[in-house]
Structure formats: structure tokens, C-alpha cells
């Protein structure tokens, strides 16, 4: 455990670690069963860094317990045993530990022991390491076994603490082996001043625990706390003579997990909390204590403080001076060995080698205002635990960080002259959201409560999409205000990465809800005078950005990404912890769409609010004719979410989902032309009604419907060149529909000089040259429909028919199989009419072609009657019956009975009953149903063979 500077955010498992008086190896060891220690050598020398000798005598003997419900693992810890004895020559901690190994993967770890220690004030000794194979003893405790490594984990951190890891690694271990080891470590940090403070975990990463004991020895007259966050730890104590025993037991313990989502005062519940200060105040005073050496006169600061006082005219402006000093000309760097893990280095020193760690520069900062006439004191803060401290022992392991409080006219800042990307004035600076802190004096007896991030604004964005005219790409230009932590890991990251990797981090939300974006030229950043801030503006083009629903509107992406990051849920997985939520405080974004015309009639403004515990969310959408824009402001006020209360929150997120991330919806027609077009459309209607233009299907009263507004929205000429395309298509398609295919034509023509990479304008080209008998381009556009969508069925079908009237047989025959072996196909019936009538032709069996065919449902819907019919097991009056299902008596369904003409007629051919094949062509003529396939290979093929 040290002070070292922490981002509360960015925990991971080492963060744990230095929550422990120990190292992270040692409190958590997975476990071993205990023997008769076995001695292989006489104490060495300790200047190898290690011993091997034999268990204290004062050491209890422990057992594991059956492992009855211990739940099965690769590796399994069947004891975990700690005993610790408080003596006047340095505390002795000695730990047992038994492993089973159960599967192949549980190997790795279980030949691995790892154990760190800090050599300048502890001894390791090793007692024992044994295999037990079949019930026979292997034993492995050898010298050269055992590898001293100087790791330096937390280098990357700027921060070197001298431990040591004895590793060893077992060979030839085997599956069913269990390994057991134990070793002492001797010896106290001075830092603590005599003073015994620990926190011993009762759960292992490693794997379950069948049995963790912590024992306890401490002179009785010494008062030793305890506290226990976990309900399952048995607690006994008692004394025997000048000894005082706790015993701390816990069974059946499940293997630890880090998540990075819990909270930390959530994941160290498994530790039990060992500390001899009596209160606050007594941490207080020893904290002062280490301030107080620390903090001695150096000309060096004095010369310092009389630049400052000659630079500026007011406390504040002194303030800032020095704090820029501290923060941005002492780098940070901590060489936390021994007692230097808690201990301040005097400030002549840290001004000399012009590096520090937090402890190092608050010591400073406060001794350089105190020279400028400025009350400040050092304090210690819980970086990690943040509010959760409160709830710990009195002890300095409740704290990770170092900063100073400072008095400046009535307010209390406190700063953190660790924070060296930081700007703007002393009040911008301003630590938030750490919960509680104590203060580096005596005469502090409880905890002081820093300002909370509620209300601390943390970013605020505003996006403008700028749209000169709809039918051309617009622009967007992105403005983020980065305030407090967030605008400092945002400089650390610009000064960290490649430009193009900073600026792919900037984009990188924006672009996740508009993926049609392309940023446009460098990010423009700036400091905001006077603020601790960085603005960051960027700009993009919007390429195609709209879509064309229904081709009746355009629609865009419109999404605040700023709250969305914050409220974004990791999984959707119920949860039996705590989850840790975003920094607390404020987040702003406001989303505007501006056009050069005006597009929309009235103007509007409306709005939305969600209150709970967790988060405060408002939303308010207002519209005028050439603008529409979301302004949205979102407060976290909560650290966490209760494992009870997620699924309520997950409910509340899902029901705001929807308001960050939508469509705009845009009207391609002007107000005037809508007018218009409902005027005509009434006109249309009338004229189908009284018979002036006739329609003998509501497909073909919907076709002039639609070719009439596909007309207009053309005119109007607020499309985008893709979507103009799509336009023209369905301009075409209802061209077909109402059987003007030369038309038809030339619209998809059009379509595709516009966008000839588009899978639906080969698809309706496709159709369109099978209606006018062009198959070899009919198979072309569909080859090119299929290249684009390989997933178009429609496209595939329209290449069967080519080919079926091309007299590529086998091709279709091949294809018709391949898109029957979707059962969907075989559901819907047509594929397998159409490889009955293929098969036929090429003189093959239709009925065994089809046989394994049939539909699933009890009642197979149409054409499921077509298909019966030609199978033999239908005649044709029952397939016009049943063609008539649900009609009202004497009412023919005129598509239905297209289709059953012709794919009767088909058969007659087949059958070589040219007169019969006649007279069913011209029923489906008949029909008039010109909008369907049916009805133009019916004219194709009474054409073939003569109306007589």
C-alpha cells in the first residue's frame, strides 16, 4: 500500500493490490494443506533474499476440512491458513496453502508460486513445498528452484516500489497432484511508526476455497480493531497469558472474479480490515507527522516564492503561480521502497531532482504557499474506495492519494498538484467526486466530506448539420467542451497518441451513430481562457446520409452520443453485484439540423423529463421551418446501481433509449407541393371511381397512386443522386404494375446512370427486360442484382424464369433446388411449382422432383392449390374453388386466378394439348392483372403458340 496517484476510472486488479498492507500474491495465495514442516536446508544467507527454515514453533498446525460443496474448478484451493504474530523484532506472517490440481487446465497455475515482498524491511523464509501424488510425499523445496525477479510492475505507472517476486515453477506436475506450500515473511514498514495495520483477503483469484483461516496473535494489551464486510466470516477471540488469539474462518469461499464494473468498496468486501489507530484523529496525527519531515526550509522554494510574489498581486493569481509550478515543472515519478511508500521526501529534494509522487508534491505544494501567505494543509484521499472509505477502519490503508486543501478567502479547494495536464484558474482545478479525505493534522478527528461531482459539469457537446440543399452532401461541425478530469485524460491522450489515432478517438463516437460521416480536415483544439477545459471542434462531410423510407421521405440519424457513452450498459445480463456507474456530474449536448429552405410548416416544442435516483435526464425538442434541434442534459447522481435495483434501471435506460437515438424525419415534397399533390390525388381517385380510368386491382389503383407522387417528389428535385435512383426504380416498378414497360424502362435507365452499383435497379431491370422478353439481359441484371445482394431471392427467381423461357433448362432446374433448400421457399410454394414445370420439360419426373416439397402447415396457404392441381391431386374447378377462399360468394380473386390460368395452361403444353394451353392463356389474360409475372408470360407464351 503507498499513495499513488489513481484515476478512479481506470481500476484494474493492481488497484486491489495496494489496497493491502501485504502484496496482492500474498493475501491472496491459493491454498495449501499443512505437514510437519520439512526442513531440506539450514538457514542461509539473507543475502540471497531468502532463507529456508523451519515453521515458527508458536504456529498452530491446520487441516483442511472436507470439501463437501466446495464447487468443482480446474484448480481448487482446499486451505488458505495466515497466521500473524504481533513481536517487538517485526511481525511474522506465516502462510500454508494447499492446491488441487483437478483438470489439464489448472496446470499452469498450479505450478506457479508467486510471492512479493519489499526487501529492505522483510525477510522471506521458505518452510515447505511438497507434491502429494497417490498419497505419497514429492518433495520440491530446492535452492535452485526458486528465482528472485525484480518486477517492477507499476513502472508504466511512474512508480517503482523495490519489491522482489520469489517465483517458482513446478515441473512435472500432473493432473490429480496437490501441491502444498507455506513460508513466513518477517518484518513491519517503519513508515507505520510501531503501529499494526492490514487487510487479509478471505477469497483467492486463483480458484474456491475449501477452508481460509486467518489467525491472529497480538500482545494482549495491544488493541487491535477488526471489521468484516462479509457476513460469512466466523469471528472468535480469546487470550491465553500475555497473548491475544482472534480466529477469522471462512468456508466454502467462491473463486474472486475482478469485474471491471464493480464498484471497489464492493470487490474488497472479502478483506478483512486489521488496524491498531484507535480513530481518525490518530491517523491524522500520524499523516502530520510524515508532512512535518518532510516539509523543511530550502532556498531553492524561497527563491521560488519570490519569483511568485513578484509575478502576481492576489492570493489567487499566487495560488495558480504555484500550483503550475507543482503540477507542470515537478514530473511525476514515485520511488515508493520501504517506508518512502507513505513517507514524503523533504522538499529540498523533490525541488532538486525535480520529480515526486503525490505525497512528494502535495508536501511541496502546501510548503510553497505557506511561504506565499496561504493556509493550506496536506490531506489523504481514498482514489479508489472514494465514499466507500468512509465505512473502512481508522487506518492509513483506507487512502491511495495525496492532495492538499487549501484556503483561499472563505473557500476550501482541494487541489491535486499531481494533475499536470491541468489549466485555468485555481477554482477550475478543483478535485471532485472522491467522497472523503482527511486532513494531515491532529487536531482532525473524522473524515472531511469534498465536493461531490453532482453538479460538476463534465462535457458539453453541440452538433450542426448544415444541409445548403437536401439533394447534395451538408456538413457537420461537432463542438466539444471536454471540463475537469475529462479535458485532462483528453490532453494525456493527445500528448500519448499519433494524430491519427487522437483524431480517430475524437470521431469515434459521432461516427458510431452516423457511419455515413467522413471527417473532414484536422481537429481545431483550444483552451478555453481561464478554464480548466479543451474545446475540440470538428468537422465532417456527410456523404450519403439519408435514407428514403417507403419512398415517401427522407430520413437521418439525429443521436446525443454524449449521454448515450454515460448511460451505456455493459450487458443486458442480470446482475447479483453492484454496478459502478460513469463519473457523477453534468453532460450537455445539443443536436441542431439546419436547411437552406424552409421544409416544415409549423413551428414545434416540446418536451421530456425522466427523474430517479440514478440519473435526472431533459430533452427538449424544438422545430421552425429551417431547423429542428434536441437539446438534452443529463446529471448522474448516483456512483452505483444496487444488484436489487438493476433491473429497474436497465427498464428505466430502455424507456430513454429511444429519445438519444432516432430518426429525423425530412419532407421531400415543399408545403405548396404537398397541397398540390393531395389535390390530384383526390382527382385520381374520383376517376377511378367513376370509371374514366379504369383499374381492375387495388394493385393498379395503388400503382397510378404511386407513379403520381414518385412524379412529383421527382419534380421536386430534393433527392440525392442514390436516392433519385431508388425514386426512378419505384417510378419503374409502377410503370410494370400497370404494364407500360417501355417506360418503365427508360425510368430505370435513368436510375441507372445515376447509381449503377445499386442491387435494386439491376433487380428491377432485371424484371423489366423478362416483360419484354429480353431474357439474356434479364439473366445480366439479375448476375449484377445477385454480385451487389447475394441474398436477393427476388433476383434469383427472375433469373429462373429467363432462363425457364430462354431454354436454359438444366441452369434453372440447378438454381430452383439451390433456393428450395430454404424451407421458407418451400413454405411459400412457387419454387417448387416452377422445378415441377422445369423438371417436365426436360423430360424428366415432376412429381418425384417435388415429392420431399410439401408445406408444413396443415392447411398450406396459396399457392399451395396450384400445386395440387398439377400433381393430379386437384382439378382445376377445385383449385378456382379454393382460389376463391375468402371471398364473398361469386367474387373471383383476379390475381389468383392469373396465376392458376397460367401455370394450368403450362401443364397443357406439357401435356401436348395445344387448344386446352389456348383457352387457359387467355383466361389469365383475361383477368387484366398485367401487374403480375403471370400475366405477361401468359401473353408470351399465347404469342409463341398462336391465339389459334
Not at 498419497?135 to 505507472?157: F, S, T
Not at 427467381?797 to 432462363?803: D, F, G, I, L, Q
Request: neutral net charge; hydrophobic residues 40%.
Amino acid at each position: 500500500m503507498s499513495f499513488a496517484r489513481r484515476r478512479g476510472l481506470q481500476l484494474g486488479l493492481s488497484a486491489l493490490a495496494l489496497l493491502s498492507a501485504g502484496s496482492i500474491a500474498w493475501a491472496q495465495a491459493p491454498a495449501a494443506k499443512a505437514k510437519k514442516p520439512a526442513a531440506t536446508a539450514a538457514a542461509t544467507k539473507e543475502a540471497e533474499g531468502f532463507s529456508i527454515a523451519p515453521a515458527p514453533a508458536w504456529v498452530l498446525p491446520l487441516q483442511p476440512e472436507a470439501s463437501t460443496g466446495l464447487p468443482s474448478a480446474p484448480l481448487q484451493l482446499l486451505l488458505i491458513d495466515k497466521q500473524t504474530r504481533i513481536e517487538p523484532s517485526g511481525t511474522v506472517r506465516y502462510q500454508h496453502v494447499l492446491r488441487q490440481i483437478n483438470e489439464a487446465s489448472g496446470l499452469q497455475k498450479g505450478a506457479q508460486i508467486e510471492l512479493d515482498f519489499d526487501p529492505s524491511f522483510q525477510k522471506l523464509q521458505f518452510h515447505r513445498l511438497e507434491v502429494w501424488r497417490d498419497g505419497k510425499r514429492l518433495d520440491r523445496l530446492e535452492r535452485k528452484r526458486i528465482k528472485l525477479l525484480h518486477r517492477e510492475p507499476q513502472l508504466e505507472r511512474q512508480i517503482i516500489d523495490g519489491r522482489m517476486t520469489a517465483s517458482i515453477v513446478l515441473e512435472d506436475l500432473r493432473v490429480g497432484d496437490r501441491v502444498e506450500w507455506a513460508v513466513s515473511l518477517i518484518g513491519d514498514n517503519p513508515v507505520f511508526g510501531g503501529k499494526f495495520v492490514d487487510q487479509e483477503w478471505t477469497s483467492s483469484s486463483g480458484g474456491p476455497v475449501g477452508l481460509v483461516q486467518l489467525r491472529l496473535l497480538s500482545p494482549a494489551e495491544r488493541n487491535i480493531q477488526h471489521r468484516i464486510a462479509e457476513p460469512s466470516v466466523e469471528v472468535s477471540s480469546r487470550v491465553d497469558g500475555a497473548w491475544r488469539e482472534t480466529l477469522f474462518k471462512r468456508r466454502l469461499v467462491p473463486q474472486f472474479h475482478y469485474e471491471e464494473t464493480v464498484p471497489v468498496g464492493v470487490m474488497v468486501k472479502d478483506q478483512v480490515q486489521l488496524s491498531e489507530f484507535a480513530n481518525w484523529a490518530e491517523v491524522a496525527g500520524w499523516a502530520e507527522q510524515l508532512f512535518a519531515k518532510a516539509m523543511l526550509p530550502a532556498e531553492a522554494l524561497d527563491a521560488r516564492a519570490r519569483e511568485i510574489e513578484a509575478q502576481a498581486s492576489t492570493p489567487e493569481e499566487r495560488l495558480r503561480l504555484a500550483l503550475d509550478f507543482v503540477q507542470k515543472e515537478i514530473r511525476y515519478f514515485g520511488t515508493e521502497i520501504g517506508a518512502n511508500s507513505h513517507q514524503p521526501a523533504p522538499t529540498e529534494q523533490v525541488l532538486r531532482q525535480r520529480f515526486g509522487d503525490c505525497k512528494d508534491k502535495a508536501a511541496l505544494l502546501v510548503t510553497l504557499l505557506k511561504k506565499l501567505g496561504i493556509e493550506a494543509t496536506p490531506a489523504l484521499v481514498p482514489a479508489s474506495l472514494r465514499s466507500d472509505a468512509a465505512q473502512r477502519l481508522p487506518s492509513p490503508l483506507a487512502f491511495d492519494h495525496a492532495i492538499a486543501a487549501v484556503q483561499l478567502g472563505e473557500q476550501t479547494l482541494w487541489l491535486d498538484a499531481t494533475r499536470s495536464q491541468q489549466r485555468g484558474a485555481p477554482a477550475e482545478r478543483q478535485s471532485v467526486g472522491l467522497g472523503v479525505g482527511l486532513l494531515a493534522k491532529a487536531s482532525s478527528s473524522e473524515l472531511s466530506r469534498l465536493p461531490p461531482a453532482r453538479e460538476a459539469l463534465r462535457l458539453e457537446t453541440v452538433d450542426t448539420f448544415s444541409f445548403p440543399r437536401l439533394d447534395q452532401p451538408g456538413t457537420l461541425r461537432s463542438v466539444s467542451t471536454f471540463h475537469g478530469d475529462m479535458a485532462e485524460w483528453m490532453r494525456e491522450a493527445r500528448a500519448a497518441l499519433p494524430a491519427a489515432d487522437f483524431r480517430n478517438l475524437l470521431a469515434a463516437e459521432t461516427l458510431r451513430f452516423y457511419p455515413g460521416l467522413t471527417v473532414d480536415g484536422e481537429p481545431e483544439i483550444s483552451d478555453p481562457e481561464g478554464r480548466n477545459a479543451l474545446r475540440v471542434e470538428i468537422k465532417f462531410r456527410s456523404g450519403d446520409f439519408w435514407t428514403f423510407p417507403e419512398k415517401r421521405w427522407l430520413a437521418g440519424p439525429i443521436a446525443l452520443p454524449t449521454l448515450i457513452a454515460q448511460l451505456r450498459l455493459p450487458d443486458q445480463t442480470p446482475r447479483t453485484q453492484p454496478m459502478r456507474l460513469a463519473m457523477n456530474g453534468r453532460y450537455l449536448h445539443t443536436v441542431r439540423y439546419e436547411f437552406a429552405e424552409p421544409l416544415y410548416s409549423q413551428p414545434s416544442d416540446s418536451r421530456f423529463e425522466e427523474r430517479n435516483e440514478h440519473f435526472e435526464l431533459r430533452l427538449r425538442y424544438r422545430g421552425e421551418p429551417k431547423m429542428q434541434q434536441i437539446e438534452g442534459e443529463l446529471r448522474l447522481q448516483a456512483e452505483q446501481v444496487a444488484a436489487g435495483k438493476w433491473s429497474n434501471y436497465r427498464d428505466q435506460l430502455n424507456k430513454v433509449a429511444p429519445r438519444l437515438a432516432n430518426t429525423l424525419t425530412v419532407p421531400v415534397l415543399s408545403s405548396e407541393d404537398l397541397v398540390s399533390l393531395r389535390r390530384d390525388m383526390t382527382a385520381l381517385t374520383d376517376r377511378m371511381r367513376n370509371g374514366s380510368l379504369k383499374v381492375l386491382t387495388e394493385n393498379q389503383g395503388s400503382a397510378h397512386a404511386r407513379l403520381l407522387m414518385m412524379d412529383r417528389i421527382l419534380a421536386a428535385d430534393r433527392l440525392p443522386p442514390k436516392l433519385r435512383a431508388a425514386a426512378l426504380v419505384e417510378r419503374a416498378i409502377q410503370l410494370d404494375h400497370l404494364g407500360q414497360s417501355d417506360r418503365a424502362q427508360t425510368s430505370l435507365y435513368d436510375a441507372a446512370q445515376l447509381h449503377d452499383e445499386s442491387s435494386e435497379v439491376h433487380a428491377a431491370m432485371a424484371v423489366n427486360a423478362l416483360m419484354q422478353r429480353k431474357d439474356e439481359q434479364a439473366i445480366g441484371h439479375a448476375d449484377r442484382a445477385l454480385a451487389l445482394a447475394p441474398n436477393d431471392t427476388g433476383a434469383r427467381y427472375t433469373r429462373v424464369y429467363a432462363r425457364y423461357f430462354g431454354g436454359q433448362l438444366q441452369e434453372a432446374q440447378k438454381e430452383l433446388q439451390e433456393i428450395l433448400q430454404s424451407g421458407s421457399e418451400v413454405e411459400r410454394s412457387y419454387g417448387s411449382i416452377w422445378l415441377y414445370l422445369t423438371s417436365r420439360k426436360l423430360g424428366q419426373d415432376g412429381l418425384a422432383a417435388i415429392r420431399d416439397l410439401r408445406p408444413s402447415a396443415d392447411k398450406p396457404a396459396w399457392p399451395y392449390p396450384v400445386l395440387q392441381m398439377l400433381k393430379g391431386s386437384l382439378d382445376l374447378d377445385g383449385a378456382l374453388a379454393m382460389a376463391r377462399d375468402g371471398k364473398p360468394e361469386g367474387q373471383a380473386d383476379r390475381g389468383r386466378d392469373c396465376e392458376l390460368y397460367f401455370y394450368a395452361a403450362q401443364k397443357a403444353l406439357l401435356d401436348q394439348d395445344l387448344p386446352k394451353a389456348r383457352n387457359y392463356l387467355k383466361k389469365s389474360l383475361a383477368t387484366g392483372v398485367v401487374e403480375f409475372n403471370e400475366y405477361s408470360m401468359a401473353q408470351r407464351e399465347l404469342d409463341r403458340i398462336g391465339a389459334r
